[in-house]
């Protein structure tokens, strides 16, 4: 089957504030590396909601942000700007702590995604990459679109 492009429609370009709030269209998925009892490392998807992991959860997705800022601007990131970031504690509330969904992403293969409006607070060209490349892990699997 072949397809012709008849026409392509340019969208008008987003401005952002420091401070944004987003609706995830799919969900975040935050990693970190972790020793097993049998010496190997394993990853281990962080889940927003276990009060320990939340502040891991926070400062790799600004880690994530921060090198896929260095890889499209092909320098290294120099911002000081404050990073924050937090679901919507009502949307949580509402929905009894429901926001994280163990997904098959290939045969055998699950990781943790957690879904729900999220507010951040960064440095205005952080949040673009964000809403440009994806806020977190596994872009090229459909993780991270927001609205």
């Known amino acids: 089957m072949v397809f012709y492009v008849e026409n392509v429609e340019s969208l008008p370009e987003r401005f952002f504030d420091s401070r944004e ?17 049998d010496g190997k490392r394993s990853v281990h998807y962080l889940n927003y909601l276990i009060q320990k992991e939340r502040e891991h959860f926070i400062e790799n997705l600004w880690q994530n942000l921060v090198r896929k800022y260095e890889v499209l601007y092909q320098q290294p990131y120099l911002g000081e700007y404050p990073f924050a970031f937090h679901f919507d504690p009502e949307y949580i509330a ?15 293969i699950k990781v943790l995604g957690m879904e729900a409006p999220f507010f951040i607070e960064a440095e205005p060209d952080l949040i673009r990459v964000g809403y440009d490349c994806g806020f977190g892990e596994k872009n090229g699997s459909s993780f991270e679109c927001v609205e």
């Open 21 to 37: 709030s987003f609706v995830c269209k799919s969900p975040i998925v935050v990693s970190t590396m972790m020793d097993r009892p």
């Open 94 to 108: 509402r929905y009894n702590g429901k926001i994280g969904k163990w997904i098959v992403v290939k045969q055998g």
